[in-house]
């Protein structure tokens, strides 16, 4: 059977890539969802002193330094500062675009997307150039260009016969979460050569200080920032952790005023504490705030930043573990979350974890951690340093340590089981469908029909399934799934990837596949 399977697949495979047709189908995709759009701004009153200094460089349109790097540590509210400037200049038609590096989306991980996404929103902010946005669009298809081409094509070109009274701004928040060094040293680099020929053009950047960032901005004459900190572990500004507090505690009768100066001392001056336990105060249920706060406010407090998280971090997840199996059902749900190529909804964790009833209550129980807007909305992770912890530390986290690849196989495992319940021939009821549908153009309300019978869950799956089997270790039990699937739902998957207008991603997706098939069986693993 499993040489049939393989087999099959390869003809599958074989006979995609030799229609013209798949070729055509290639898109520029853009994501629908984007994260950190939505990231809380300063509280009025605070950090009222960096504001003012990149407000001012902001206003300076004289200056050489056309780049404005906020690098530090993480947690120290980087990425709050970022939203704050950009909600001013957009109010004020000063930006061109914010773009968020997010660890949650694999599709906002790399530069792909960077200058078409960047340019669609200079069309929107400033429309004195909208048109030549546009025309660049359309005359640089992403797919035969190179990021320089695009870069220079899309977003320089057209700024260059920008003539406003103000400075136009990008902001790139977390260019650390960006994964490859490559595309982020292509990106600075390209800053670096094209700004000085577009002076109105402003470029506001935060990072954590990475090595191969550091290389790139430090000593550049287009930099302005490198001495400006958020944090100094020598003197931890208390007065504006104070001012976050109070504001998002003061309608809590269960915390005191001595309570809230505690959590700012404790704080050691790092906004990420201070917010994490804000929010887990405000998420716990009344009953058990006395309590709470006595093991957050009892322990020693520490120097090292990633310690002090750690230690949180650990509090959050031992109160989302009460109830009978609750560290196993907790795992599941979370292993699901921190892996996911692209952040999935409480429904679609029910549908890969079935047997799991605890999945509303757990994702309740860490939203200090993370955020959810509804059973069928993304959740995201809060702050990166969260996934880190799980990730990467394991002598640190214990029993709250997600393995990768494990995780990966057991999300599989739940794509493929949930495929097989959902998917089947001719899936949306098109009259009269003999083939695989190689076009989507001609079927009146077919996006309609696709959102109200395709689920997220199923979504997800078609897209990913792939993906998580490439990076899970190989098994005998995992490619059994595999093989069953292959056989009773392949042209199933091919149907509604097609669809969806994504039959040249189901052809790689085939071929990476068939790879690491042949790779099993050439090593002799007695998997296959």
């Known amino acids: 059977m499993t040489m049939d399977v393989l087999q099959g697949v390869d003809r599958i495979e074989r006979h995609l890539r030799e229609s013209e047709l798949s070729m055509s189908l290639t898109s520029s995709w853009i994501p629908k969802t984007v994260y950190g759009i939505k990231v809380d701004v300063c509280e009025e009153g605070t950090r009222k002193e960096i ?36 909600k001013e ?43 030549l946005v546009r025309q660049a669009i359309k005359a640089t298809p992403r797919d035969h260009f190179s990021f320089v081409q695009q870069f220079e094509k899309l977003i320089i070109d057209p700024l260059r016969k920008y003539a406003g009274a103000h400075a136009v701004c990008i ?35 935060t990072s954590r200080p990475f090595q191969d960032i550091s290389d790139e901005l430090k000593e550049c004459p287009l930099v302005y920032g490198e001495a400006v900190q958020l944090f100094d572990a020598q003197k931890p500004g208390y007065h504006d952790i104070a001012i976050y507090v109070n504001k998002k505690l003061e309608s809590n009768p ?75 059902a907790l795992m599941d749900v979370l292993s699901i979350v921190v892996i996911a190529f692209q952040p999935v909804s409480i429904n679609t964790i029910r549908a890969y974890l079935p047997g799991n009833d605890q999945v509303d209550d757990i994702i309740h129980d860490l939203g200090a951690v993370l955020k959810s807007g509804g059973a069928d909305q993304p959740i995201k992770v809060l702050h990166p340093t969260f996934r880190e912890f799980l990730l990467s530390r394991k002598e640190t986290v214990g029993s709250f340590s997600v393995e990768t690849r494990t995780s990966h196989m057991k999300l599989a495992h739940g794509c493929m089981k949930h495929m097989e319940q ?16 190689l076009f989507k153009e001609g079927f009146v309300g077919l996006d309609q029909r696709l959102q109200k019978t395709v689920s997220p869950a199923t979504n997800y799956a078609i897209a990913f399934w792939v993906h998580h089997v490439e990076c899970s270790e190989p098994s005998r039990s995992l490619w059994d799934v595999v093989l069953n699937f292959l056989g009773g739902k392949l042209l199933n998957w091919v149907e509604v990837m097609s669809w969806k207008g994504s039959l040249v991603s189901c052809i790689d997706s085939l071929s990476r596949l068939r790879i690491q098939a042949k790779k099993i069986w050439s090593e002799g693993q007695d998997i296959l």
């Open 51 to 86: 504001l003012a200094v990149i407000r001012e460089w902001a206003e300076d349109l004289h200056t050489e330094r056309q780049i404005f790097w906020l690098n530090d540590a993480a947690g120290t509210g980087k990425s709050t500062v970022a939203a704050t400037v950009a």
């Open 89 to 131: 200049w957009q109010n004020r038609s000063m930006l061109a675009r914010r773009f968020f590096f997010s660890p949650n989306d694999v599709a906002e991980r790399t530069t792909d997307n960077f200058c078409l996404m960047v340019a669609e929103d200079i069309v929107v902010n400033q429309p004195a150039i909208s048109g």
């Open 171 to 205: 902001v790139i928040d977390a260019l650390d979460n960006c994964d490859d060094r490559q595309e982020r040293k292509q990106l600075l680099q390209s800053l670096k050569q094209f700004l000085p020929s577009v002076k109105s053009l402003k470029v506001f950047l």
């Open 254 to 328: 269960k915390v005191s005023d001595l309570d809230r100066r505690t959590i700012t001392e404790r704080s050691g001056g790092l906004f990420l504490y201070a917010a994490t336990i804000c929010r887990m105060l405000e998420n716990e249920h009344r009953r058990h705030i006395p309590a709470l706060l006595k093991s957050l406010t009892t322990r020693e407090p520490h120097n090292i930043l990633e310690r002090q998280m750690d230690e949180l971090y650990i509090s959050v997840l031992k109160y989302a573990c009460i109830g009978n199996n609750a560290d196993a």
């Open 422 to 437: 959902s998917l089947r021939y001719n899936i949306l009821g098109i009259e009269g469908l003999g083939c695989l549908p």
